[in-house]
């Protein structure tokens, strides 16, 4: 059974009296000791998905259901203790981390958290932590301005870790990271999720990274999830356009000269989406049935999916019987 | 002869604890219409290299060296000599466009001030000018947008108009400094695409100073690896990617998830860090990080030295030589 499951999630927020759907009916299952990719163009929902998955915010329709319980929005003050293995990796460790006090302090709260350690175990635990992540159990004395941005990373991930999470949603955890600290965090994460037999949910923007470590990947677009997958194969064999797209503008590093496509356009504003295929604005398939209705996310069996008329199994010209337009 | 040649770029800076170097002797040549790439971490002194030769520096800041543009030497102008080329001939573009647009003005006004004091036309002239400027680098509805402000537009349509904004005085050499780090895939293939085509159609030359060894690929005729302060390897970029010599190099490649790699395979992580200008190794400045180092390494700086057709390189072992 999955360990995470988001069903038909809807994020709605406010603007100038105007509802904006951030997140239009996207599921998701996360399994423990995989990494699942969750990619997609700024703008695309992707991480108001992942903060509605952790409580941040709370889905306009839909539920999330963690460990088998429903989880519930958090509220100020305590969380259920069992929503807490559930946990957060912001992008920038440094306005994650409390500037003021030691390595050691912040993830023993998390402990504390867990219950029932006393200091000195606690102490020990946490320099277990920082040795896991691959830093020295001294960092634990220091401030987080003492160190660099990707060991910050790690920092933030062994906090994580103090509260023997099941799930941890990471949100563009390596793009303010070079190169090569990328590189130690993007191993860091797949030895975790399997030696702790973690689920982790990685949001980023990076193709390339999500190609090389995740084990599924789901595709946003404008609040919908376009296709999913096993990421060796949605990458081999792209069944939605704007997947194909993406793949395309990922630039080559063999120095062979080849530029990268361009997607003409842009991410269209979520207050006003295009009719029908939300895509087909972009879109160089785009045909009649396009702009009329939105296609739904149709299963291709080996847990592939892509919501794109070209995949309907009915064949391209078919009219729906009902447009999803509206769906929860 | 070569559009810019810099020759023994060295910049420090005083601290409370003395000067440290940030950029150690640096050379290099931009050709006309070439893109030349700066590739390195943060930390090695790839921007200040830049800002250097614009006498961009902050205060506390010494530079000696050349930057011969032109037959003039740029560390040396000042006043209105500088003023003339900075800004003018040498553009730049920086990572986020937001720091140099102005927020409460009119994109049509930023422009044709920028056009006015350059070319001294009459404002309506400047405004026309400025929708062609709009145009070229594909805005689309140039009209509108010379109405419309910066933050109505989205990172990459503002990276276009910042682009607008340097070729407005239409400069010889563009600096563009992580241009397309802030964007996403989809829209940094549309500036590369770009950019490509003000050097084939302008003969612009641009130094690109990029961490992506992906964007380098893509667009960079020539590429410099900086890492502590100094160059370790420069050459054609195809050569360069494709058979890198230098330990450093060949490591930031490999750090890289590759296509071709089937299967889940580690990443090969580069040990350790970019070390800090104040605690710059001995030696090869990558030596601690190095499985090839030898005990030269460690004690004498390797000096960049050609190796072949257009190549450089800085290692005293040369582990990846090619055999004759």
Not at chain 1, 181 to 206: C, F, K, T, W, Y
Not at chain 2, 88 to 94: I, N, S, T
Not at chain 2, 271 to 282: A, F, I
Request: charged fraction near 20%; glycine fraction near 8%.
């Amino acid at each position: 059974m999955s360990v995470l499951e988001v069903r038909s999630l809807d994020v709605v927020y406010r603007r100038q009296g105007v509802a904006v759907h951030a997140v239009v009916g996207a599921s998701l299952a996360l399994e423990r000791g995989r990494i699942t990719g969750l990619v997609g163009e700024s703008g695309c929902g992707k991480s108001s998905l992942a903060r509605a998955v952790v409580g941040l915010v709370k889905p306009a329709a839909g539920e999330i259901v963690f460990a088998g319980t429903r989880l519930s929005p958090l509220r100020r003050g305590a969380r259920p203790r069992h929503e807490t293995r559930l946990q957060m990796v912001f992008q920038n460790p440094y306005s994650s981390l409390n500037p003021r006090r030691t390595i050691g302090s912040q993830i023993a709260d998390g402990l504390r958290l867990v219950g029932g350690r006393k200091r000195g175990a606690s102490r020990v635990r946490a320099g277990e932590l920082l040795e896991q992540v691959g830093m020295s159990a001294a960092a634990a004395g220091r401030f987080p301005h003492q160190f660099s941005g990707g060991q910050r990373q790690r920092i933030a991930i062994a906090r994580a870790l103090a509260v023997d999470p099941e799930v941890i949603v990471l949100d563009e955890p390596l793009s303010s990271l070079d190169a090569s600290a990328q590189a130690q965090i993007a191993n860091l994460l797949v030895g975790l999720a399997r030696e702790l037999d973690l689920g982790l949910l990685l949001i980023s923007h990076d193709l390339a990274i999500v190609r090389h470590i995740a084990d599924d990947v789901s595709v946003m677009y404008l609040g919908r999830i376009v296709e999913e997958g096993r990421t060796r194969e949605v990458w081999a064999a792209p069944q939605h356009p704007y997947t194909e797209a993406l793949v395309a503008a990922i630039p080559t590093s063999d120095g062979s000269g080849t530029l990268p496509e361009a997607l003409p356009g842009e991410v269209p504003d979520p207050a006003s989406p295009p009719s029908g295929c939300r895509f087909h604005p972009r879109c160089s398939y785009v045909f009649a049935r396009c702009p009329t209705a939105d296609p739904p996310l149709y299963d291709l069996g080996a847990d592939r999916a892509a919501a794109c008329f070209l995949r309907d199994p009915l064949g391209v010209a078919r009219q729906p019987k009902t447009t999803r337009e509206g769906v929860t | 002869m070569s559009l810019l040649a810099v020759e023994q770029l060295r910049v420090q800076i005083r601290t409370e604890n003395g000067e440290i170097t940030i950029v150690d002797g640096v050379d290099y040549a931009v050709e006309e219409g070439q893109v030349f790439g700066v590739a390195g971490e943060s930390g090695s002194g790839k921007t200040i290299s830049v800002l250097a030769l614009l006498q961009l520096l902050p205060r506390g800041a010494s530079t000696s060296g050349r930057a011969i543009y032109n037959g003039r030497d740029l560390l040396r102008l000042s006043g209105r000599a500088l003023r003339r080329i900075r800004g003018r001939e040498l553009a730049m573009v920086f990572q986020d466009p937001l720091t140099s647009l102005h927020p409460m003005m009119t994109i049509g006004r930023q422009l044709s001030e920028h056009v006015r004091v350059h070319e001294g036309a009459s404002k309506r002239a400047a405004l026309a000018r400025a929708a062609e400027l709009l145009a070229e680098v594909r805005i689309p509805d140039p009209e509108r947008a010379l109405h419309a402000f910066p933050h109505q537009f989205s990172g990459g349509m503002r990276q276009r108009v910042a682009i607008a904004g340097a070729l407005a005085t239409r400069p010889k050499l563009l600096i563009a400094d992580e241009p397309t780090t802030a964007l996403d895939v989809t829209v940094q293939a549309g500036i590369l695409r770009l950019l490509d085509r003000l050097r084939r159609e302008n003969r612009l030359s641009v130094i690109l100073i990029t961490h992506d060894l992906g964007v380098m690929s893509s667009i960079a005729d020539h590429v410099s690896v900086f890492y502590a302060g100094r160059i370790v390897e420069s050459g054609p970029t195809r050569d360069l990617l494709s058979a890198p010599r230098h330990p450093y190099t060949r490591a930031l490649l490999d750090a890289l998830p590759h296509p071709e790699a089937e299967g889940r395979t580690q990443l090969l992580a580069i040990p350790g860090m970019p070390p800090s200008p104040r605690r710059r190794p001995s030696g090869c400045a990558f030596h601690p990080r190095c499985a090839y180092a030898t005990d030269e390494s460690r004690t004498d700086v390797p000096p960049l030295v050609p190796v072949s057709d257009g190549r450089l390189l800085a290692c005293h072992v040369d582990p990846f030589a090619v055999a004759p």
